[in-house]
């Protein structure tokens, strides 16, 4: 069994392609891939999405993802909970699976934990409530200026960061097994690792602060994120993730 992991792929799934990850050829369903997160494969229900979803679980992998800050949280909800390894999973094809957050998952004989999203930076502008009067209106003028903004429900939902219940469920997972694990599993990563690689980019929330707590309670051998689009690691244990595909020892 072999586990393999990567970062946001954002519903372009090419680097999964044979002839970019010719590792799969050895592999079955018993081995994973994991997504750090803007798995970006639950977006809009199109038939495209839906072939694509199709490819996936036409792979000899299982391919595992956290949640982003861009997923559609409306549409992920709709699929069905289940126990998948010891933690709690939505199936979005039998073998390609949400990872939940706050869960704790045995799988290839190590403890993985998993806490997906994460804030929005491309939002400076706002966020645009499609049932506004004058919404078409302020559409269009926020396109013309090439604005940085969502809108709620269509492209930015709340949901991109956990829920006040989620943090209790992470902390009750983590609380069961003494706060110590083997790998832990995010799309963005602790508020003092952040402020080291970001320059002051990237602004501190109530997730990375709770990142921090982690950072300081936990016992692990790595810690493995996507986000911020870069292939780096940070003070040894900090794995930053975008394209690359590595394989886990």
Request: proline letters at 3%; hydrophobic letters at 35%; one cysteine or more.
């Amino acid at each position: 069994m072999a586990i393999f992991i990567t970062g946001d792929t954002h519903g372009d799934f090419s680097r999964l392609q044979p002839a970019a990850f010719h590792e799969q050829r050895n592999l079955t369903k018993d081995d994973c891939l994991i997504i750090c997160g803007d798995f970006g494969g639950v977006w809009n229900g199109s038939d495209t999405e839906q072939r694509w979803l199709d490819w996936l679980e036409d792979r000899p992998f299982t391919t595992l993802f956290v949640s982003g800050n861009h997923e559609n949280f409306d549409l992920l909800r709709s699929y069905p909970i289940s126990q998948w390894h010891g933690g709690l999973v939505q199936a979005i094809r039998p073998s390609v699976l949400h990872l939940m957050r706050g869960q704790l998952y045995d799988i290839c004989g190590k403890r993985i934990f998993t806490m997906g999203g994460a804030s929005s930076h491309d939002i400076r502008e706002g966020i645009l409530e499609p049932d506004d009067p004058d919404y078409e209106r302020k559409l269009r003028q926020l396109n013309a200026a090439g604005a940085l903004f969502r809108v709620n429900h269509r492209s930015w939902w709340k949901e991109e960061l956990p829920s006040e219940d989620e943090y209790r469920t992470a902390r009750a997972t983590l609380d069961e097994v003494r706060w110590d694990v083997d790998y832990i599993i995010t799309h963005c990563c602790p508020s003092n690792i952040q402020d080291i690689f970001g320059g002051g980019r990237y602004q501190r929330d109530a997730l990375t602060d709770f990142f921090d707590e982690v950072r300081e309670r936990c016992r692990f051998k790595y810690w493995f994120f996507g986000h911020y689009h870069e292939n780096v690691v940070t003070e040894k244990k900090f794995v930053r993730l975008h394209e690359q595909i590595m394989r886990l020892k």
